[in-house]
């Protein structure tokens, strides 16, 4: 427990630079958020088919970890949003995550370009399913593979 309190710390420099961060409030419809501002800033929607989402996304300094790997809460959301992103229908409420299952097989370094893509694996009533693939661009080595279920209202007979 002590090894795993000790990795969670932050040095002294991380503490500062964590304490001057500053965060208004958000302006729904004006602005973009504090979490889109962080987490999504770069991506790049390459092409959008029915039922088919494909995005480029350049590893950024704010998401690495400490050894400068793309970090796996990040994948974990570029996942989550890119495999929402692909039954989305615009003008009613995103769906709910209900389940996602990342296989993490290798690592993206600071600056690695990576390839994002998301197809519908099926849907029946309001539950999706969906398939995400993230690799480097230029080797095409994977980096993670995830399924994800979705939950829409929209779709419901609710």
């Known amino acids: ?19 001057r961060l500053t965060i ?5 419809g004006v602005e973009s958020s504090f979490y889109e501002d962080f987490a999504l800033r770069g991506i790049r929607v390459d092409r959008v088919d029915p039922g088919f989402v494909t ?6 300094p704010r998401l690495t970890d400490k050894n400068g790997n793309l970090a796996n809460g990040a994948i974990v959301n570029l996942i989550d949003v890119v ?5 989305h229908i615009e003008g009613l409420p995103l769906s709910v995550s209900v389940d ?8 993206a370094k600071l600056n690695d370009e990576l390839e994002i893509t998301s197809r519908v694996l099926g849907q029946r009533g309001g539950y ?3 398939i995400v693939l ?8 994977v980096i993670a593979e995830g399924r994800h279920s979705l939950f829409g209202r929209q779709h419901s007979k609710m």
Do not use: Q
């Open 134 to 141: 993230m690799r480097n661009k230029t080797t095409g080595e």
């Open 83 to 87: 495999g929402g992103a692909v039954v």
């Open 128 to 130: 999706s399913g969906t």
């Open 100 to 107: 996602m299952s990342i296989s993490f097989v290798s690592t």
């Open 1 to 19: 427990m002590e090894k795993a309190k000790e990795w969670l710390e932050l040095s002294g420099e991380e503490t500062e630079t964590v304490s």
């Open 55 to 60: 995005c480029t996304f350049k590893v950024p």
């Open 24 to 28: 208004h409030p958000h302006r729904v």
